[in-house]
């Protein structure tokens, strides 16, 4: 596609649930990037990946969160057993490579744990 | 670990003055600097960056920015701002070959006074 798609737009789930996101990033970027948008803690980087290497996972807030890449391309972040504090917009992103190349966001994923 | 301060949480303009947008880092050696844009249910968009070189760069949409190595700021500028300006600025910072691993500031909301 022509950008980052990300789906769904908004989710709304119940405390205790478990949640899939999921980024499509753009064709040929080997880089994807997650991450958090919240009011209280700003801007969050979450997980990182970067072809066929280990994740950079340091940026998870919990091990009730996780991400998995497939053949290099869609990713999908799960939370699960999810509390109010997650509520969040999730951002991925995607770039050529992992040097600093610029990064292109999708609309993100507005989560709402009510 | 590296932070980045935007002093400004709101900044309100007239459209044709001059703009300019503070961002502070707190980091051992120089990272790489990053200016972002967020309009309304959109994501995020690079103005510019700044690796290394001229400390003055331009980016997209008239903006520029200056890297103060002695300052630790990286300022974002533009001299005659337009009403479709209106959005939300954030300062990031990445290692030196950290990617787009990137450690945002807080934002600063722009309105602009027709």
């Known amino acids: 596609g022509a950008g980052v798609s990300q789906s769904p737009s908004n989710k709304v789930t119940e405390k205790g649930k478990d949640v899939e996101l999921r980024c499509d990033p753009i064709?040929?970027?080997?880089?994807l990037y997650w991450y958090r948008q919240s009011l209280g803690q700003g801007l969050e980087f979450l997980i990182y990946?970067?072809?066929?290497?280990?994740?950079?996972k340091s940026g998870l807030p919990s091990d009730r969160f996780s991400a998995e890449r497939t053949g290099g391309s869609v990713s999908t972040l799960t939370i699960q057993r999810t509390q109010q504090e997650d509520s969040a917009v999730y951002l991925c992103?995607?770039?050529?490579?992992?040097?600093?190349?610029?990064?292109?966001f999708g609309q993100g994923t507005r989560l709402t744990v009510v | 670990a590296q932070s980045v301060t935007q002093p400004d949480i709101h900044i309100t303009v007239s459209e044709g003055a001059s703009l300019e947008l503070r961002c502070n880092y707190s980091?051992?050696?120089?990272?790489?600097l990053f200016w972002y844009v967020q309009s309304p249910g959109q994501g995020l968009q690079l103005l510019l960056k700044?690796?290394?070189?001229?400390?003055l760069v331009q980016g997209i949409k008239g903006f520029e920015a200056e890297f103060k190595r002695s300052q630790s700021s990286f300022n974002l500028r533009k001299p005659s701002v337009h009403w479709s300006d209106a959005a939300e600025y954030f300062c990031?910072?990445?290692?030196?070959?950290?990617?787009?691993?990137?450690?945002f500031g807080t934002g600063t909301q722009l309105k602009v006074e027709l």
């Open positions: 990031a910072v990445a290692l030196t070959g950290g990617g787009n691993k990137l450690t």
């Open positions: 064709s040929g970027h080997t880089a």
């Open positions: 700044y690796f290394s070189g001229d400390t």
């Open positions: 980091y051992g050696a120089t990272p790489y």
């Open positions: 992103a995607s770039s050529l490579g992992w040097g600093n190349t610029e990064a292109f």
């Open positions: 990946f970067q072809g066929n290497s280990a994740p950079d």
